[in-house]
């Protein structure tokens, strides 16, 4: 199995597949979209079934066209899905992005919808064979970046895969391309982390919120969800402490 992660569109050119393959397309540049999904279309077309990509994009709507103080919401809403209809061209799924998804909390689900038209696009030639998602994750990382995982799977043959996998009932698959899970875990200390790991797995998210006293966010909604987010993922979520050595 050859694992591939990559920034330049020579390797796609050029990689002709030998083994089941991973490949990971990690991109950073907004100013480049059409590109990379132009790129994540071709190397679609040179896998074959169970082989596995992941792409990252930049999903800061503010990167694609950045919000002026003197226009309205709704002014720059309609001005960003211009701007990313006239970037994208033919790969624009216009009927089903709108404006309403060209926010700071909603761009990463507009570039969902853009990924998986592509996938459909690009698995055309292919009629049996199509590209299933399985994870889908939006995060700040600097600026908000959304990472897709998906598998390149036979249509006759997709029962037995999940059959076989369970990952439909895997708590954090997105098998549907539905709305990216959004990783937005609050900071905390290192006794606010000691404690309500102490808390874990027997105690749920209000309970906690209620036993900490306050809130990470001036919304109690969206402290609660910053929670569960940690919770989902504190096994995962790195621990940074300073160190003498």
């Not at 790969?91 to 709108?98: D, E, N, R, Y």
């Not at 309500?196 to 749920?204: G, K």
Request: charged residues 25%; glycine residues 2%.
């Amino acid at each position: 199995m050859h694992l591939w992660s990559f920034y330049q569109n020579d390797f796609i050119e050029d990689f002709q597949r030998e083994n089941e393959t991973i490949i990971w397309l990690d991109y950073t540049k907004p100013s480049r979209l059409r590109s990379q999904i132009e790129e994540f279309q071709a190397i679609i077309d040179k896998l074959l079934p169970l082989d596995i990509i992941k792409v990252t994009l930049n999903a800061h709507a503010a990167s694609y066209l950045e919000a002026q103080k003197e226009n309205k919401p709704d002014v720059i809403q309609n001005q960003r899905l211009v701007e990313l209809c006239e970037k994208l061209g033919d790969i624009f799924p216009s009927a089903k992005v709108t404006t309403d998804m060209m926010t700071h909390n909603r761009f990463p689900e507009a570039l969902s919808v853009i990924l998986e038209f592509a996938a459909n696009i690009a698995t055309q030639v292919r009629p049996n064979i199509y590209f299933q998602p399985i994870t889908s994750f939006s995060y700040a990382d600097g600026q908000k970046m959304l990472t897709i995982t998906g598998i390149l799977l036979e249509k006759d043959k997709q029962i037995d895969f999940f059959d076989k996998t369970n990952i439909g009932k895997w708590e954090l698959s997105n098998i549907n391309w539905g709305k990216p899970l959004n990783i937005n875990i609050p900071n905390l200390t290192i006794k606010e982390r000691l404690y309500i790991d102490s808390l874990l797995p027997n105690s749920n998210v209000e309970n906690i919120q209620s036993e900490l006293g306050f809130s990470f966010d001036k919304d109690d909604d969206v402290s609660i969800d910053m929670l569960k987010t940690y919770v989902l993922f504190y096994r995962q979520s790195p621990f940074f402490s300073r160190i003498v050595v």
